[in-house]
């Protein structure tokens, strides 16, 4: 049987930046991936090493850094 993949998802995340990925840096568990973004500036994730294989991650890949939180933190000294 072959399954034929279709770009069909949309998310509910509306934090969907686009990017380029800039560095992986490969770990046994978790992988981190450096995406640069317009501005020049970066955004850093650290996924599962699994889930980078699975997307075939790759410098200068295209790239889309999805933001859903529903809590952000704020700290001072």
Do not use: C, W
């Not at 049987?1 to 990925?21: C, D, E, F, W, Y």
């Not at 991936?33 to 890949?61: D, M, N, P, Y």
């Amino acid at each position: 049987m072959q399954i034929h993949m279709v770009k069909t998802m949309k998310l509910s995340a509306r934090n969907q930046i686009p990017g380029t990925v800039k560095s992986i840096k490969k770990g046994p568990v978790s992988t981190e991936v450096v995406i640069s973004i317009v501005g020049g500036f970066e955004i850093v994730s650290s996924i599962t090493t699994h889930s980078a294989e699975h997307l075939r991650l790759r410098e200068g890949a295209k790239v889309y850094a999805v933001v859903k939180a529903s809590e952000v933190m704020v700290g001072i000294d």
